[in-house]
């Protein structure tokens, strides 16, 4: 059985801030917290322009929020902020370093529902860098399940799945299962670390076209988008990710 919760709270407790932005091991509030205003401008921000929409009186639900790296700027541009995380450490450090966030509900869930929010209700939901980390298949369901659930008719999504290259499928889950097992207890004699070789970490890939085929499935529009991610302001290198985002669609379809 695939323990997210536990392994999250590990690797909270061993190096939060590390494990939520794994490019640096030298965070501190200030740099951290920067880097999650300055993502939030060119992943947010951007979307929303484009859309020509003004957010200040949206709902919002943010998946995977970590010690709240975005949330914080988040929370400066909607109405309301739904946070959550699977692990109870990083909701924990999340609520002590955005204490005084009054628009934030920070809450711990089981990686897959949303059960405090009501069907209908939502009017954009966030996953960025997080998905990618998702161990199965069909945990990525279950969240997209929960996205349709939860957005209002015509609400905004915009979403991170990991793909795979070239766009085909990977080994099955049960060998990355078994392969991640080994390469966990293997690790300390391997020099690998522990906390960055299973599928908590790793996550489940997708064919682009498998994306595009589950999102339309739960009645929701489908574009995407190859996005600069700002990597270049932190790192001096610019990357580009794969997003998926539309509208929950207002008629069944």
Same mark, same amino acid.
């Given at each position: 059985?695939?323990?997210? @919760?536990?392994?999250?709270?590990?690797?909270? @407790?061993? #190096?939060?801030?590390?494990? &939520? +932005?794994?490019? !640096? =091991?030298?965070? #501190?509030?200030?740099?951290?917290?920067?880097?999650?205003?300055? %993502?939030? %401008?060119? &992943?947010?921000?951007?979307?929303?322009?484009?859309? /020509?929409?003004?957010?200040?009186?949206?709902?919002?639900?943010?998946?995977?929020?970590?010690?709240?790296?975005?949330?914080?700027?988040?929370?400066?541009?909607?109405?309301? $902020?739904?946070?959550?995380?699977?692990?109870?450490?990083?909701?924990?450090?999340? *609520?002590?370093?955005? /204490?005084?966030?009054?628009?934030?509900?920070?809450?711990?869930?089981?990686?897959?529902?949303? +059960?405090?929010?009501?069907?209908? +209700?939502?009017?954009?939901?966030? !996953?960025?860098?997080?998905?990618? /980390?998702?161990?199965?298949?069909?945990?990525?369901? =279950? #969240?997209?399940?929960?996205?349709?659930?939860?957005?209002?008719?015509?609400?905004?999504? *915009?979403?991170?799945?990991?793909?795979?290259?070239?766009?085909?499928?990977?080994?099955?889950?049960?060998?990355?299962?078994?392969? +991640?097992?080994? &390469?966990?207890? !293997?690790? !300390? /004699?391997?020099?690998?670390?522990?906390? $960055?070789?299973?599928?908590?970490?790793?996550?489940?890939?997708?064919?682009?076209?498998?994306?595009?085929?589950?999102?339309? @499935?739960?009645?929701?529009?489908?574009?995407?988008?190859?996005? #600069?991610?700002?990597?270049?302001?932190?790192?001096?290198? @610019?990357?580009?990710?794969?997003?998926?985002?539309?509208?929950?669609?207002?008629?069944?379809?």
């Amino acid at each position: 059985m695939l323990n997210m @919760k536990e392994e999250w709270n590990e690797r909270a @407790k061993d #190096n939060p801030l590390y494990y &939520v +932005s794994a490019f !640096s =091991k030298d965070w #501190n509030d200030e740099s951290f917290y920067r880097w999650g205003e300055i %993502q939030t %401008q060119i &992943v947010i921000d951007v979307f929303f322009r484009s859309l /020509h929409l003004c957010t200040s009186d949206f709902v919002m639900l943010e998946i995977g929020c970590g010690a709240g790296r975005m949330t914080r700027a988040l929370a400066s541009r909607f109405r309301k $902020v739904f946070a959550y995380d699977v692990s109870e450490e990083y909701i924990r450090i999340a *609520k002590n370093k955005n /204490h005084y966030l009054k628009n934030v509900v920070f809450t711990v869930n089981d990686g897959l529902s949303f +059960s405090e929010v009501d069907n209908d +209700s939502i009017d954009f939901v966030f !996953s960025g860098w997080t998905m990618q /980390h998702m161990p199965t298949k069909n945990v990525v369901i =279950k #969240n997209i399940d929960e996205i349709a659930r939860v957005l209002k008719p015509g609400g905004f999504y *915009k979403i991170d799945p990991l793909l795979t290259k070239h766009g085909t499928l990977v080994d099955t889950t049960t060998s990355r299962l078994l392969s +991640s097992r080994i &390469v966990r207890y !293997s690790a !300390s /004699h391997l020099g690998l670390n522990k906390l $960055v070789v299973t599928p908590t970490w790793r996550g489940a890939r997708f064919a682009e076209e498998e994306i595009i085929e589950i999102l339309s @499935k739960h009645n929701l529009t489908v574009d995407s988008s190859l996005e #600069n991610d700002g990597w270049e302001l932190i790192q001096g290198r @610019k990357t580009l990710r794969r997003w998926f985002h539309g509208q929950k669609r207002t008629v069944l379809s």
